[in-house]
């Protein structure tokens, strides 16, 4: 995947803005729950949807250590939805921006990122007991 940088478009910028000021969490780690979020979703984003415009993130800042994972799981994801593997940095950054979107509706403060992090590994736990 050629992709070194990638961008937000303003509205997200704001939203990250927002909820890192409210949670204390950095935007890079907010951006990883953001994206997860989004992967989540059953349809596909449109990433004409958003444009490049505001924030721009460098992949390792954004995605650090666990760089490899992520690629891993949009390449799924792409798989899944039937996605030319050449325009995976455009649905990388459609899944961002749409996950930034869907984290801000959930997430307002400290208590509610909690929340949300308890409901998704008690998800996830459910999801692990029934297979």
């Not at 204390?24 to 992967?39: D, E």
């Not at 721009?56 to 949009?74: H, K, M, P, Q, S």
């Not at 649905?91 to 749409?98: C, D, G, I, P, V």
Request: proline share 4%.
């Amino acid at each position: 995947m050629k992709l070194t940088k990638t961008w937000v478009t303003k509205d997200a910028s704001n939203k990250l803005r927002f909820m890192a000021g409210k949670t204390g969490l950095t935007p890079n780690l907010l951006c990883r729950m953001a994206f997860c979020l989004s992967l989540a979703e059953p349809r596909v984003p449109n990433p004409d949807d958003y444009a490049e415009e505001e924030r721009e993130f460098n992949r390792y800042t954004l995605l650090g250590e666990y760089d490899a994972l992520f690629v891993a799981l949009l390449k799924q994801k792409c798989t899944e939805d039937g996605v030319d593997m050449d325009r995976l940095p455009n649905y990388f950054r459609a899944h961002l921006n749409r996950g930034i979107n869907l984290l801000q509706q959930r997430v307002r403060n400290l208590s509610d990122l909690a929340a949300f992090v308890a409901s998704q590994t008690a998800a996830v736990e459910q999801s692990s007991s029934i297979e």
